[in-house]
């Protein structure tokens, strides 16, 4: 079935820096992608999608790239804010469910 | 703008006993779920209902956890006896028929089973 790897664990930026997150996915056949941010004791929040027939997608600070040979699609949020401290979830649509990566701790430093 | 609800946002209960938890999902979405999520880690699918009919809940724990959805409208997640390792964080998520992989979230009921 279906595995999503998702780097780093935590990852600590400069406030205004920008920050990347990767995941890795195993199943050719999966062709939607979302990342979900996730602030303490909140449900996940969509923020952006990519589908697999699109290279890249942006959305003010944020964009994902898909690389659909590598099987690898990345979160890129530029000027980063401290609202933008929180756990980023990717996850791949497989088999007619969401695979999910373990998540990334994202910390903003003043 | 549309969110799906859920209550209660917390709940301590003693092992043994029997605990519920209600969602709605966002008006129209044909496709609810319920995920568990243990602190540190990704969403777990519980169930998946299509309407009032489960599609998939291969990993519900059948022999103490049961969801509904009858009018295929708000569900009801049950858990009875709770259990310590029950605690975690229960999430529901809907998704409209036409886009059924783009799923939106409630905020989610925290239980503490003690």
């Known amino acids: 079935g279906e595995n999503v790897e998702q780097h780093p664990s935590t990852l600590s930026v400069q406030e205004g820096d920008s920050a990347v997150i990767k995941c890795t996915y195993s199943d050719s056949a999966s062709n939607y992608f979302p990342w979900y941010k996730q602030e303490l004791g909140k449900g996940p929040q969509l923020i952006i999608d990519?589908?697999?027939n699109v290279g890249e997608k942006k959305d003010q600070r944020i964009a994902v790239t898909l690389n659909k040979t590598a099987k690898h699609f990345s979160l890129h949020i530029t000027e980063t804010q401290p609202e933008d401290s929180a756990v980023y979830f990717c996850?791949?649509?497989?088999?007619?469910?969401?695979?999910w990566g373990a998540g990334t701790k994202l910390i903003i430093k003043p | 703008e549309a969110e799906v609800a859920q209550s209660p946002r917390y709940k301590i209960t003693e092992k043994s006993q029997a605990v519920a938890f209600w969602c709605d999902p966002i008006?129209?979405?044909?496709?609810l779920y319920w995920y568990r999520q243990i602190l540190g880690q990704g969403p777990e699918l519980l169930v998946q209902?299509?309407?009032?009919?489960?599609?998939?809940d291969s990993q519900l724990p059948k022999d103490r956890f049961s969801a509904e959805r009858l009018k295929g409208v708000d569900s009801t997640l049950k858990i009875q006896p709770a259990e310590l390792g029950d605690s975690a964080m229960y999430l529901c998520?809907?998704?409209?028929?036409?886009?059924?992989?783009?799923?939106?979230f409630g905020p989610g009921t925290r239980l503490t089973v003690t």
């Open positions: 996850a791949a649509w497989s088999n007619y469910q969401l695979i």
């Open positions: 998520a809907s998704s409209g028929r036409d886009r059924v992989y783009e799923q939106y």
């Open positions: 209902f299509q309407d009032e009919s489960v599609v998939d």
């Open positions: 008006s129209g979405h044909a496709t």
């Open positions: 990519i589908r697999s």
